[in-house]
């Protein structure tokens, strides 16, 4: 379930939003001040969060920062335009203006959520068990993080790229070149048998197979 934070310090439109939040189907959670979102960002990432500007403890312009990751939809009585733009070059995703139309707000989250899941599709890639996160450079298998080696992590890249396709030496090599210039025709063996044994461990699975004669290539077959 989507789990939106609100952080409002008007006791009403905090509960107001709840209540028609949870209507619509998404989880809530409720915070009155900048420093209590802040402790709850520390244990939990909503998937989209609701932030008032004029806040105890925190500003909504001093917790912006802290949710990198997270779209923030600024729901704030500031009406400026240089605040406005300020914000969303700041981080923000949007900014609406109170007093608003409910009907608006719930738009405005669809939206925000859209672009954020798009946004999160696209610096992923999935094989079977396999997920790479090329923001973060790391490498999961079955929901276990799997440590690799630069190398590696090429190497993986390129072959989900390619998802049950030969990939040859000559194409593994001249593609990784810029990244892991030590990668040399001898030890690339050396890596993707590395690389191999690092998935198996996890999965149990043979993720990468030698084609002989011509290079190697991703399969969700057992070996």
Known sequence: MTKILIVDDDTHINKMLCEVLTSEGYSVVQAYSGTEALMILSNTKPDLILL???LPGLTGEELLPKTEGIPVIVVSAKAETADKVGLLLNGAADYITKPF????????????????????????????????????????????????????YAILKLLMHKPKQV???????????????????????????????????????????????IGFMLTDKQQ
């Not at 672009?115 to 929901?143: N, P």
């Not at 001898?186 to 084609?211: E, F, M, Q, T």
């Open 101 to 152: 139309e409910m009907s608006e707000l719930l738009a405005r989250i669809t939206v925000a959520l859209r672009s954020s899941s798009q946004s999160s599709a696209s610096k992923t890639m999935r094989f079977d068990d396999i997920i790479l996160d090329t923001q973060s450079h790391t490498v999961s298998v079955a929901q276990q993080i799997v440590k690799l080696t630069r190398t590696e």
């Open 167 to 213: 990939v040859s030496k000559l194409s593994i090599l001249d593609s990784i070149s810029l990244d892991t210039p030590d990668c040399t025709e001898d030890s690339l063996k050396i890596h993707i048998h590395n690389l191999r044994r690092k998935l198996r461990s996890v999965s149990g699975k043979d993720y990468i197979s030698a084609v002989w004669g």
């Open 52 to 54: 008032d500007l004029m």
